[in-house]
């Protein structure tokens, strides 16, 4: 089969950039983030574009998005906070290993650069986090074949903890 090798979901700032880079070093692949795919196909970060456009017709742009990017990237992917939420996604994503991020509601608030990213947490961080992780967090468990808590663990940690996850379903 074709398409990613391992794909990662979870909230924003849960460290699917920073896992994905490590998990692509890895296993010697590429790594592709599919906000920075948004980015360049639209020329505006992901977060202000779902501004701009509303949720739904973000979402249309990035469902279109990934089944182009699932078609042709053999590497790590990681997805957007939001993407596994979209109508059809979770059938996009069904053929390919996905993998859960779950991170506590206190470890997101620490992250450096969360808020410049996500302007519409704004203005209360920590409500729209929890409502976004209750909201979110049974779309993220039903679509991935693993779950890895990064909850007191390292980057290099969850890499570990994705890999062995992986080897074990």
Sequence with gaps: MTG???????????????????????????FRDLDAD??????????????????????????QLLGSVLAA?????????????????????APFPVVFL??????LLKREGLLPLHPWLLPNPRAHLRKLLDERRPVYEAIADATV???GRSADQVADAVLDALVAR
């Design 4 to 30: 990613p090798k391992i794909i990662l979901i979870g909230p924003p700032g849960s460290g699917k950039s920073t896992v994905g880079r490590l998990l692509a070093t890895r296993l010697g692949v590429e």
């Design 102 to 107: 779950d991170v506590v509601l206190d470890d």
């Design 73 to 93: 990237h053999d590497g790590v992917l990681a997805l957007g906070g939001g993407t596994p939420t979209a109508p059809g996604a979770a059938k996009l994503l």
């Design 38 to 63: 948004v980015e360049r196909e639209h020329g505006v970060l992901a977060g202000e574009l779902v501004v701009e456009l509303g949720r739904d017709r973000f979402q249309e742009l990035e469902v």
């Design 149 to 151: 808590s990064t909850a």
